[in-house]
């Protein structure tokens, strides 16, 4: 008896990663999408991966009012190294591009009230060719990001096998416990086993990361986009049930900003980010981006419902044979936001609906506030029929609430205080 309860203590005993962050899905600014690997920094002082492109971003984040509606990471991704550790085996940032080293920068962000991401591999090189961290390295590469003050690792996994990852990925979840510095952990493993069951076993990394890529890279491109809402979408049963407060599916960076989305689609890709419960890492120059992007990557209603505290993952509820497509995500206070997103690239299309058929069948009194032109909608219960246009390859977005539990005008305006 004694025995039976000391191995079942033993198998219940699995590690979590009990750094308590990212109850809400992260927010910042991340390198890759748009400076990649440059590190031509002579003939691309302005753009190419070095510490000075990272203390400018800082400083758009503080001075622009990012930092101040949550857009609080500035992360580094590959092509920070050199190609060699040092001879103690500790990695060494590039000392052209990262003069002062990665403390000094640590130090920068967290003097502005930012914190600092970087990026790792658990094969054998990074994507990029740099030295991963393999298995023989992970207490020393989670001292070192520690030693410099880091407050969140990107892991990735190119060069490395099924196994490595199966080791590796727990190890650095530990490894970064056991440094005593909270470091919020974004794991690529998914997306390197195929982003499913069986293969993929979420319920550990719920455990163990903060957040992971699931699925391909985000590129340039609408195409891009549209491929990974097509693949959140088709497998929402399984992520849906895994997102939650500390743990976050990843569909990758935020494109706006940049040159592959028009203005439609870069609200679309925003609006669906937010069902999705996704984080908010943009990767676009903060220095020259046009005040309509800033508008909507500083949307406080889009912002507040990405952050909802009740953590739950949207899904789409349906597809009419017309190409719109309904996303709904329940967010706290028996409040719900709405995306209707059309797939036509023809015109403004009117579609017509009531909340009873997107599963509303409760007896409240609704309203509705527009996310992106602020309108409100008000007197909408169940049966109501309404006409939202929605453009082609755009989105219609709403914040719907309960009044009837918010008669009084003080406690309504509460609810909607920004
Ligand atoms: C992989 C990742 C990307 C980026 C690159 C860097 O492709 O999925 O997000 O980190 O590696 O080389």
Same mark, same amino acid.
């Given at each position: 008896m004694k025995l039976t309860v000391m191995l079942l203590a033993l198998v219940v005993q699995v590690f979590s990663? @009990?750094?308590?962050?990212?109850r809400t899905p992260p927010m910042g600014w991340l390198?890759? @999408?748009?400076?990649? &690997?440059? %590190? #031509?920094c002579e003939e691309d002082p302005d753009n190419c991966i070095s510490e000075r492109l990272f203390m400018d971003m800082a400083d758009r984040l503080v001075e622009d009012g990012w930092r101040d509606l949550g857009y609080n990471y500035i992360n580094i991704d590959d092509c920070? *190294? *050199? $190609?060699e550790r040092d001879e103690h085996g500790v990695l060494v940032a590039d000392p052209e591009r990262f003069p002062h080293g990665i403390k000094y920068l640590a130090d920068y962000v967290h003097a502005r009230g930012l914190k600092l991401g970087i990026y790792e591999d658990?094969?054998?090189? %990074? &994507? *990029?060719g740099y030295p991963g961290t393999m298995l023989d390295k992970v207490a020393l590469d989670a001292q070192t990001f520690a030693n410099w003050s880091v407050d969140m690792l990107k892991l990735d996994g190119c060069y490395s096998s099924a196994e490595d990852r199966a080791q590796g990925y727990p190890d650095m979840a530990k490894a970064l416990n056991a440094t005593g510095r909270p470091i919020a952990y974004s794991c690529s493993w998914p997306a390197y086993d195929g982003g499913l069951p069986p293969e993929v076993n979420y319920t550990l990394l719920m455990d163990i990361c903060n957040l992971w890529r699931n699925y391909d890279d985000i590129e340039d491109s609408w195409q891009s986009v549209l491929s990974i809402v097509d693949w959140f979408t088709k497998h929402q049963d399984v992520l849906q049930s895994v997102a939650g407060p500390g743990h976050w599916n990843d569909p990758d960076m935020l494109l706006i900003g940049n040159y592959g989305l028009s203005f439609e689609q870069a609200k679309a890709q925003m609006a669906l980010w937010t069902i999705f419960a996704a984080p908010l890492f943009m990767s676009t120059d903060l220095r020259t981006i046009s005040a309509q992007n800033v508008d909507i990557l500083q949307n406080k209603l889009m912002i507040k419902i990405n952050q909802d505290p009740l953590g739950v993952q949207g899904r789409r509820v349906l597809q009419t044979k017309d190409k719109i497509e309904v996303f709904v995500r329940p967010l706290s206070q028996k409040a719900n936001a709405i995306v209707f997103f059309s797939r036509r690239t023809d015109m403004p299309y009117r579609y017509k609906t009531t909340l009873r058929s997107l599963? $509303? %069948? #409760?007896?409240l009194l609704y309203e509705a506030q527009d996310v992106y032109t602020g309108n409100i909608i008000s007197g909408l219960v169940a049966d109501t029929k309404f006409t939202v246009v929605v453009n082609p390859s755009g989105v219609v977005m709403w914040y719907l609430y309960p009044i009837s539990a918010l008669e009084n005008p003080l406690a309504r305006k509460k609810f909607l205080s920004l």
């Open positions: 990663l @009990e750094n308590g962050l990212m390198a890759w @999408e748009r400076y990649r &690997c440059n %590190t #031509d920070w *190294m *050199m $190609f658990i094969g054998n090189k %990074t &994507c *990029m599963n $509303f %069948t #409760d007896s």
